[in-house]
């Protein structure tokens, strides 16, 4: 069974930093694109980040600089550093897994963790 | 940049009744789009991808259309379990690699 656990949440003052770990496990880590995703408090999804299998990494204009993606193979494990933190990026954070067909990488996340609160206030 | 504009912001509809909610890409991006459903305190699940293909234990009211830049995700006839967010959401290549999704479709009970 695929599982994504997430974890390193909490409360952070503004300009502070915080990492974040998502555990994999159930499928072969190292196959997988992974992501990061938030949502604010009643409001929608916004992409935060993407890793490749070689470890190219993509991040939208409101984190980039800030936020760095990284992925532990061996430990079958996700991470989000997040650097200079903002009111506005208080939110739960999701480890996303991209779907993979026949080898194919897909446009889509077939697998969610349950997510991580990160509270950005002083 | 590709915008997705989802519509109507809120459906209000009763048990049984038939579900049309809309998705609107600011420019084609072929059938590769996708649909999630989330419930309140739940992650996202995977509905629909390519446009119209069911995932994996999806039940057969959900259906999935369009192409281009107009997509339609359809429920057939709403059961009690099916009242939550939709958002639809594709990947772009060009200028930059982007996930995006649209704003979400709340269906709530009428």
């Known amino acids: 069974e695929v599982q994504l656990v997430e974890s390193g949440g909490g409360l952070v003052q503004p300009g502070g930093s915080l990492r974040l770990s998502c555990a994999a496990s159930?499928?072969?880590?190292?196959?997988?694109?992974m992501h990061w995703v938030r949502q604010a408090t009643g409001k929608g999804l916004e992409w935060v980040s993407a890793?490749?299998?070689?470890?190219?990494?993509y991040y939208p204009g409101s984190v980039k600089g800030r936020f760095t993606i990284s992925r532990e193979n061996a430990k079958n494990s996700l991470y989000l550093q997040m650097n200079s933190l903002r009111a506005g990026d208080t939110a739960v954070y999701y480890c996303a897994r991209v779907a993979m067909h026949s080898g194919v990488v897909e446009n889509y996340f077939d697998y969610w963790g349950q997510g991580t609160l990160v509270t950005v206030s002083s | 940049e590709i915008v997705l504009t989802q519509s109507p912001a809120t459906l209000s509809l009763s048990p049984g009744e038939r579900a049309t909610l809309s998705c609107r890409a600011s420019q084609s991006v072929s059938s590769y789009l996708a649909w999630y459903q989330q419930k309140p305190g739940q992650a996202p699940r995977l509905l629909i991808y390519d446009a119209s293909n069911r995932a994996t234990g999806i039940p057969a009211r959900f259906s999935g259309s369009g192409s281009g830049t107009d997509f339609t995700l359809t429920i057939s006839s709403l059961e009690p379990e099916d009242f939550a967010v939709y958002y639809c959401?594709?990947?772009?290549?060009?200028?930059?690699?982007?996930?995006?999704f649209g704003q979400g479709t709340k269906v709530e009970i009428k």
């Open positions: 159930g499928f072969t880590f190292s196959s997988y694109d």
């Open positions: 890793i490749g299998t070689a470890g190219d990494t």
């Open positions: 959401q594709q990947r772009s290549n060009w200028p930059r690699v982007t996930w995006t």
